[in-house]
């Protein structure tokens, strides 16, 4: 039994330690004996479960089952944090068709529109008309649009088959820089530099 004993870590003989019924002067004096390596750690953990006993106000007899419950929503809500806090996609409902009417609409190309979807421009760096313009052509809010668009950049998704490499989310740029690079005509580029707050 002694040599069972030398094999078990510090986490393991703690976790042994931690299951236990109670957590008593003789539960820990045992342990002290069977595993006097791991005094320290023996310790520090009865007066962690002691404290956390009195700040539930009852003895640490709680059914393993509501331990491992708690846990496990414990584990759950650190797992999906965002999936709350998701912001809407005011893209999402737009086919092919609609999403050019869009572009069209706005007066702007089908890449800008397509930068402003996959969130690869700053949105710090966007106008707020502009956001406005987007905002009633998409049916949305200009609050939701402008969180939208403030939300991490996605990958585009037409990437993920066309390549032979793994895609990645590119690094975003300024709208300064997007109306330079998004294939628009000169008066599209003054009439988007006209909205600049």
């Known amino acids: 039994m002694s040599a069972e004993h030398s094999r078990l870590n ?8 931690s299951v236990e019924p109670t957590h008593d ?6 342990y002290l004996s069977l595993y006097p390596e791991q005094a320290h750690a023996l310790v520090d953990c009865s007066i962690e479960l002691m404290i956390d006993a009195s700040r539930s106000g009852d003895e640490v ?6 331990i491992v419950e708690q ?14 806090a998701a912001v809407a996609n005011p893209f999402a409902q737009l086919n092919p068709t609609a999403f050019k009417s869009v572009a069209k609409k706005l007066d702007i190309s089908n890449l800008l529109l397509i930068r402003f ?4 421009i700053d949105a710090a ?12 052509e998409l049916g949305a809010s200009a609050d939701a649009v402008s969180a939208y668009l403030r ?3 996605a990958m585009v998704s037409s990437q993920s088959f066309r390549s032979n490499v793994k895609p990645a989310v590119t690094a975003q740029i300024s709208f300064e820089q997007a109306i330079g690079t998004s294939q628009l005509t000169q008066a599209q580029q003054e009439a988007l530099k006209a909205l600049r707050d």
């Open 125 to 136: 760096t966007i106008p707020a008309r502009l956001v406005q313009r987007l905002a009633a």
């Open 61 to 66: 007899e709680v059914s393993s089952e509501h």
């Open 117 to 120: 979807r996959e969130r690869a």
């Open 10 to 17: 510090e986490e393991e003989v703690l976790l042994a330690f």
């Open 25 to 30: 002067r003789a539960t820990l004096e045992r």
């Open 71 to 84: 846990a496990w929503q414990q584990f759950r809500a650190a797992a999906h944090p965002t999936q709350t």
């Open 151 to 153: 939300s991490p950049p």
